[in-house]
């Protein structure tokens, strides 16, 4: 479909038709991600559901797959996104969003802590957070001084107490939970 070694762009992005994977780009580079699983969507609808009624009336909290349009060569899809209300056209929230979340799997673990977090610090995301669902362990960043610093973490029934982006208790546990509780 590509030649090899091209850098891609938004616009190469948009001709991919497969709807079964997750097709995203940083810095003109091809990821391309399985269908998630059920545990996976289980927490993105629980964060969901914890997000959504903190949320301010001139943000959205919307679950992927929602394109992020960093610039030309770099469009995301976190699996969470929390963005204000004019950055969403019709097709994507362009430009950085308040808050992206990844849960992590197996095979998006490296993209999910490392090249992930990089991206969006650099293009000035305030808050980014990651979900370990297996453990459960949620990790929340804020952004400082360009980079990531830690502003709360839990594993399992512990509890993360956040100020911001949103006053907010979050337990890990409660997010991978089969029962509604």
């Not at 091209?6 to 269908?35: F, Q």
């Not at 997000?51 to 770099?74: H, I, K, M, S, W």
């Amino acid at each position: 479909m590509f030649a090899h070694g091209d850098r891609l762009t938004r616009r190469d992005l948009e001709t991919i038709s497969d709807e079964r994977r997750r097709y995203e780009l940083v810095d003109g580079t091809l990821l391309v991600s399985p269908s998630p699983r059920p545990l996976h969507q289980r927490v993105v609808a629980r964060l969901l559901a914890a997000l959504t009624p903190v949320c301010p009336a001139d943000c959205e909290v919307l679950p992927a797959p929602v394109d992020v349009v960093l610039d030309e060569f770099t469009v995301m899809i976190p699996d969470v996104v929390v963005g204000r209300r004019e950055t969403f056209t019709e097709r994507a929230l362009v430009g950085v969003p308040v808050l992206a979340v990844e849960v992590v799997s197996p095979s998006s673990r490296h993209i999910d802590r490392f090249l992930k977090p990089a991206r969006l610090a650099l293009a000035g995301c305030p808050y980014y957070w990651v979900i370990e669902p297996n453990e459960p362990t949620l990790s929340c960043f804020r952004l400082a001084e360009g980079e990531y610093v830690l502003d709360g973490e839990a594993t399992g029934d512990d509890v993360v107490r956040l100020e911001e982006p949103y006053r907010l208790e979050l337990r890990p546990a409660d997010l991978v939970s089969g029962n509604h509780g």
